[in-house]
């Protein structure tokens, strides 16, 4: 079976509005990861920086576009856009701010296994 699907969020669509287990599985992705989003328009020190001199943009402004386009594509999927208000990235926590959860330790323990077997190895 082929699928040709015109636009990145049509797999979305298709298990949102597809069958109930379809539905509830993208339902729960999107409740488990929603509080990432936070994060892509909570602009640091530097990004600010960087969009006041022009060469950067200020992601802060991307917020309400991407809401706006999320929302539509979650309401075509017949999906609920989550209310959870804790988001990763704001107030202090997460990535851009260098606060990370222990798994990022052995992520990178893992990615480092082979420069660390075989120092100065180019490929």
Known sequence: MTYHLERST???IRLGDGTDESHAKM???IEELWMYTGEMFDADEPEIALATEGIGCDVRKLAEPWHRAIS??????TLVVPTATWMQGTKGRGG????HSEELGRMLATMQTLQRSYPGAQW
């Not at 539509?72 to 999927?77: K, N, P, S, T, W």
């Not at 851009?96 to 606060?99: F, S």
């Open 27 to 29: 339902q729960a992705a």
């Open 72 to 77: 539509g594509v979650l309401a075509e999927a």
């Open 96 to 99: 851009k701010q260098g606060v």
């Open 10 to 12: 049509d797999w979305v």
